[in-house]
């Protein structure tokens, strides 16, 4: 078994060890061409997976013992599966002869990973290898997703009976693009229409080129998703933000004010933000994504790159400016606006987030790799990372579960160990799998850690006052991070005022070794959403009557201080 996963390049699994696991772990023991890469929770081992495959594009491992030290996984695999890297996950499974028996630690990795896999299949004889195993990478790469091999202690320990790998062939990689009717089509549409705005995604990759020569050509200015940010963003003459929740104004109305609306590599999930009367063109290289968020006029199936290129030479000069010419003024503004925020705040506290955000942007190395997470963290990559073609950006935004950010930074820095690895974490985000800084220390990981001190799960907070409810079960009592830091062996610094933000962050990337900055941060920064509806306005009036109500009026005024009065 570990023989075919190096052969097919694989250079480490991360986990946990365990008895079920044995076989491998001393498998890999004896050779140096695969690591084991230790880490504290398996949920970290799948997150990390995630990260290296995401950075890389080809299979990572990650494994778990029987019962619960594979159920730690899930979470993770449930964030690889979803943002659709390619992993494999090996779930040891208990002694075969147990099996039906409600045996100490039995699980059923089968069902239990069901959800969160192309494939999931139960290894119960040696004959079965290596195909099982071939199949499950195959299926992992070419589906680009998760596949679970269950294996208990015992049949890991038998001996082979296939000396070695059966597949040997690269990976394939076709050219997938629409016929040549719906390349006519498709130009033609594009051809008649006048205001036209494109939804880029994360699809995009690889096809920077052909988009924005795309741009070009039909005066479009491009919006991008999430996901999208690193590949689409830089050196965008046509980039007007991105739009959702967390987006910018000029994104959002771009989006709006179209006739047609043409969505590459995308599956913006909020369908609140599509244009209602526009038509919209949807060009996917999964059939099945077509019309999942909204309704499609024209849907196509292929690849950016390939579609890109055979659609240029049939598209006419759009003469039609004016819809690019105000969508970039309106983003020259709205970028006005979010950096006039990310301020020192004339040295007083508190620590504006953004200001912290945007002092990293400029600290950072040209080919950083970012990880940011679920939480307001998300916001501040979003809003003032400056993505270039080189540096990446790791984060759960599919999935949606905190976290994040340390496990894929481990990921990040482990599969590439030259590069600047910055992990954006919440303090709750990284409390709930700090054990995991151990391991910074024990593989002698580098990473730099940014905890957003909000002593709050502000992103939910600002959920529940943006639904009108008094925000309860929020407050974070914290520790002194930098101490936690600099008892696992890491370089631990604090930043007090904001004028100590940009020597302090300095110091931790110029630092050879894992560092961790904690910076207290405001609690109440609103991360105000493109447009507000009626909804949302009204739930701000109905927290604010309901705070007063509760004696809380004094955090309104806090509220105002923060986001009005700067
Ligand atoms: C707290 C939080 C808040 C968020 N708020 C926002 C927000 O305000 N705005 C926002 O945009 N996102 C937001 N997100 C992220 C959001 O949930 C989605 O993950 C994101 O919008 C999806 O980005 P995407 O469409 O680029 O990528 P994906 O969802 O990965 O979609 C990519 C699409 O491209 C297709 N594809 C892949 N390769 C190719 C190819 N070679 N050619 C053609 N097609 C291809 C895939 O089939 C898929 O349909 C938030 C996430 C979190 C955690
Ligand atoms: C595993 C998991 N639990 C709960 C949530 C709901 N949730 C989303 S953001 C968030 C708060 C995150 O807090 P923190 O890491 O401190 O970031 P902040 O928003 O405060 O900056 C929570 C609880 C989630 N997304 N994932
Ligand atoms: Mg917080």
């Given at each position: 078994?570990?023989?075919?996963?190096?052969?097919?390049?694989?250079?480490?699994?991360?986990?946990?060890?365990?008895?079920?696991?044995?076989?491998?772990t001393d498998s890999i023991r004896v050779r140096r061409d695969i690591q084991w890469v230790h880490v504290r929770h398996e949920e970290t081992a799948a997150f990390a997976a995630g990260a290296e495959a995401h950075l890389t594009g080809t299979l990572?491992?990650?494994?778990?013992?029987?019962?619960?030290?594979?159920?730690?996984?899930?979470?993770?695999?449930?964030?690889?599966?979803?943002?659709?890297?390619?992993?494999?996950?090996?779930?040891?499974?208990?002694?075969?002869?147990?099996?039906?028996?409600?045996?100490?630690?039995?699980?059923?990795?089968?069902?239990?990973?069901?959800?969160?896999?192309?494939?999931?299949?139960?290894?119960?004889?040696?004959?079965?290898?290596?195909?099982?195993?071939?199949?499950?990478?195959?299926?992992?790469?070419?589906?680009?997703?998760?596949?679970?091999?269950?294996?208990?202690?015992?049949?890991?320990?038998?001996?082979?009976?296939?000396?070695?790998?059966?597949?040997?062939?690269?990976?394939?990689?076709?050219?997938?693009?629409?016929?040549?009717?719906?390349?006519?089509?498709?130009?033609?549409?594009?051809?008649?229409?006048?205001?036209?705005?494109?939804?880029?995604?994360?699809?995009?990759?690889?096809?920077?080129?052909?988009?924005?020569?795309?741009?070009?050509?039909?005066?479009?200015?491009?919006?991008?998703?999430?996901?999208?940010?690193?590949?689409?963003?830089?050196?965008?003459?046509?980039?007007?933000?991105?739009?959702?929740?967390?987006?910018?104004?000029?994104?959002?109305?771009?989006?709006?004010?179209?006739?047609?609306?043409?969505?590459?590599?995308?599956?913006?999930?909020?369908?609140?933000?599509?244009?209602?009367?526009?038509?919209?063109?949807?060009?996917?290289?999964?059939?099945?994504?077509?019309?999942?968020?909204?309704?499609?006029?024209?849907?196509?199936?292929?690849?950016?790159?390939?579609?890109?290129?055979?659609?240029?030479?049939?598209?006419?000069?759009?003469?039609?400016?004016?819809?690019?010419?105000?969508?970039?003024?309106?983003?020259?503004?709205?970028?006005?606006?979010?950096?006039?925020?990310?301020?020192?705040?004339?040295?007083?506290?508190?620590?504006?987030?953004?200001?912290?955000?945007?002092?990293?942007?400029?600290?950072?190395?040209?080919?950083?790799?970012?990880?940011?997470?679920?939480?307001?963290?998300?916001?501040?990559?979003?809003?003032?990372?400056?993505?270039?073609?080189?540096?990446?950006?790791?984060?759960?935004?599919?999935?949606?579960?905190?976290?994040?950010?340390?496990?894929?930074?481990?990921?990040?820095?482990?599969?590439?160990?030259?590069?600047?690895?910055?992990?954006?974490?919440?303090?709750?985000?990284?409390?709930?799998?700090?054990?995991?800084?151990?391991?910074?220390?024990?593989?002698?990981?580098?990473?730099k850690l940014i905890v957003f001190r909000n002593d709050s799960l502000a992103f939910v907070e600002l959920e529940m006052k943006a639904s009108g409810i008094v925000d309860f079960g929020t407050d974070l009592h914290n520790p002194d991070f930098r101490?936690?830091?600099?008892?696992?062996?890491?370089?631990?610094?604090?930043?007090?005022?904001?004028?100590?933000?940009?020597?302090?962050?300095?110091?931790?990337?110029?630092?050879?070794?894992?560092?961790?900055?904690?910076?207290?941060?405001?609690?109440?920064?609103?991360?105000?959403?493109?447009?507000?509806?009626?909804?949302?306005?009204?739930?701000?009036?109905?927290?604010?009557?309901?705070?007063?109500?509760?004696?809380?009026?004094?955090?309104?005024?806090?509220?105002?201080?923060?986001?009005?009065?700067?």
């Amino acid at each position: 078994m570990v023989d075919v996963l190096a052969e097919a390049g694989v250079r480490r699994i991360y986990g946990v060890s365990g008895d079920s696991l044995n076989g491998i772990t001393d498998s890999i023991r004896v050779r140096r061409d695969i690591q084991w890469v230790h880490v504290r929770h398996e949920e970290t081992a799948a997150f990390a997976a995630g990260a290296e495959a995401h950075l890389t594009g080809t299979l990572a491992v990650c494994a778990g013992s029987c019962g619960p030290g594979n159920l730690h996984l899930i979470n993770g695999l449930y964030d690889c599966h979803r943002s659709r890297v390619p992993v494999l996950a090996i779930a040891a499974q208990i002694p075969s002869a147990e099996i039906g028996s409600g045996y100490f630690q039995e699980t059923h990795p089968e069902h239990l990973f069901a959800q969160c896999s192309h494939y999931c299949e139960l290894i119960s004889q040696p004959e079965q290898m290596p195909r099982v195993l071939e199949i499950a990478m195959q299926t992992a790469i070419s589906k680009r997703g998760v596949s679970v091999i269950a294996l208990p202690g015992d049949i890991a320990l038998k001996e082979a009976v296939e000396s070695g790998p059966r597949l040997r062939f690269s990976e394939p990689k076709p050219t997938v693009r629409p016929s040549d009717d719906e390349i006519g089509l498709l130009a033609e549409v594009l051809n008649h229409s006048k205001r036209i705005t494109i939804l880029a995604g994360a699809g995009c990759a690889g096809a920077h080129a052909e988009l924005i020569a795309l741009a070009g050509k039909l005066n479009a200015p491009i919006v991008h998703a999430m996901r999208g940010k690193e590949f689409v963003e830089y050196d965008n003459p046509f980039d007007v933000g991105m739009t959702g929740l967390l987006g910018f104004s000029s994104g959002y109305s771009a989006m709006m004010n179209c006739d047609l609306l043409l969505m590459i590599g995308t599956d913006f999930p909020y369908q609140q933000f599509f244009p209602k009367d526009a038509t919209v063109v949807q060009i996917d290289v999964r059939g099945e994504q077509l019309g999942r968020r909204t309704k499609v006029d024209f849907g196509f199936v292929g690849e950016t790159k390939a579609t890109l290129r055979t659609l240029l030479p049939h598209l006419n000069q759009n003469q039609f400016e004016s819809h690019l010419k105000e969508s970039l003024e309106h983003y020259q503004k709205t970028r006005k606006g979010l950096d006039d925020i990310a301020t020192a705040n004339s040295g007083k506290r508190p620590i504006h987030p953004q200001y912290v955000a945007r002092v990293l942007d400029q600290l950072a190395a040209e080919d950083a790799i970012f990880s940011c997470d679920v939480g307001t963290p998300t916001i501040w990559a979003a809003r003032y990372l400056r993505m270039n073609g080189k540096r990446r950006l790791l984060g759960s935004f599919t999935h949606g579960s905190m976290a994040n950010a340390l496990p894929q930074a481990i990921g990040a820095q482990v599969s590439h160990p030259g590069r600047q690895v910055i992990s954006m974490s919440g303090d709750g985000g990284f409390a709930m799998l700090m054990g995991d800084l151990l391991t910074l220390r024990q593989h002698q990981l580098p990473v730099k850690l940014i905890v957003f001190r909000n002593d709050s799960l502000a992103f939910v907070e600002l959920e529940m006052k943006a639904s009108g409810i008094v925000d309860f079960g929020t407050d974070l009592h914290n520790p002194d991070f930098r101490k936690i830091a600099e008892g696992a062996g890491l370089l631990g610094l604090r930043a007090e005022t904001p004028d100590q933000i940009e020597p302090l962050i300095g110091e931790a990337l110029k630092y050879d070794g894992p560092a961790l900055v904690e910076v207290p941060v405001s609690r109440q920064e609103l991360s105000m959403p493109p447009t507000i509806t009626l909804e949302q306005a009204k739930g701000f009036s109905l927290f604010m009557l309901k705070a007063v109500f509760s004696g809380r009026g004094d955090e309104i005024i806090d509220l105002a201080r923060v986001n009005l009065v700067r």
